[in-house]
């Protein structure tokens, strides 16, 4: 069990550029989020993958970000025309399905990608 | 929608002595999860100690442990014999225990305690 990786850990571009940050979960975990954490605050999910089916998107998803996760494995985030508001921590976790959890397993997280926008 | 609050943005305690974090939620639900995440400076978010609402005995995980009031929905976290590793930003989270509904899936978290352990 390797953990939730992301790539990459950090990320500086400029206003009006696109990016891109990939998460791996933890092998059978078949449950992803998505998260932003800005400086002094908690994370603030974004959005939720079941296998490859993207089940809910946060208001602050807005049109400029789109996420996938293709086979069910690995998912992307990207940012389209970035903005200065967008500098932020990525944060990406992951849990399994527990038969009975009802909503209670855990969510792992990773390192996080460190997005700056100048 | 839910909210979880944090009032202490800072707190310290000296090393082996005990310390108090707390976190109040707001909810209309019966059925939910809390849980308290530690976030050391440029590492990952861990869990440090999850609660289920319908249980009531309070959870325990080595020297963590939580004193959960769920009529007066508060959900403080304690650890004793602080150590120098204790130190970092924790975090309280809710999350729902129902899969329906807009929200199910996800933490809210509070805005976090940055604790120090002072030697």
């Known amino acids: 069990d390797t953990g939730v990786s992301q790539d990459p850990r950090h990320k500086i571009t400029k206003r009006g550029q696109n990016v891109t940050f990939r998460c791996d979960p933890i092998?059978?975990?078949?449950?992803l989020y998505w998260y932003r954490q800005t400086l002094g605050q908690g994370p603030e999910f974004l959005t939720y993958?079941?296998?490859?089916?993207?089940?809910?998107k946060s208001r602050l998803l807005s049109d400029r970000f789109s996420a996938e996760r293709p086979k069910g494995s690995f998912s992307t985030l990207e940012i389209q025309r970035t903005e200065q508001g967008d500098s932020a921590m990525y944060l990406c976790?992951?849990?399994?399905?527990?038969?009975?959890?009802?909503?209670?397993?855990?969510?792992?997280f990773g390192p996080g990608t460190r997005l700056l926008v100048l | 929608a839910q909210t979880v609050t944090q009032s202490q943005p800072e707190m310290s305690v000296q090393e082996a002595e005990t310390v108090t974090l707390s976190c109040t939620y707001d909810?209309?639900?019966?059925?939910?999860?809390l849980f308290w995440y530690k976030q050391p400076p440029s590492r990952q978010m861990i869990l440090v100690i999850r609660?289920?609402?319908?249980?009531?005995q309070n959870a325990t995980e080595n020297r963590f442990s939580v004193n959960f009031q769920k009529a007066a929905k508060s959900f403080s976290l304690k650890i004793s014999d602080s150590q120098l590793g204790d130190a970092a930003m924790y975090f309280c989270?809710?999350?729902?225990?129902?899969?329906?509904?807009?929200?199910?899936?996800?933490?809210?978290f509070g805005k976090g305690t940055k604790l120090s352990v002072i030697p």
């Open positions: 989270a809710y999350r729902s225990g129902s899969y329906s509904g807009a929200g199910s899936y996800q933490l809210t």
């Open positions: 092998s059978e975990h078949n449950r």
């Open positions: 909810t209309s639900e019966s059925d939910y999860y």
């Open positions: 976790a992951s849990s399994p399905r527990l038969a009975g959890a009802r909503g209670g397993e855990t969510q792992y």
């Open positions: 993958f079941q296998n490859e089916a993207q089940l809910e």
């Open positions: 609660q289920e609402a319908y249980k009531q």
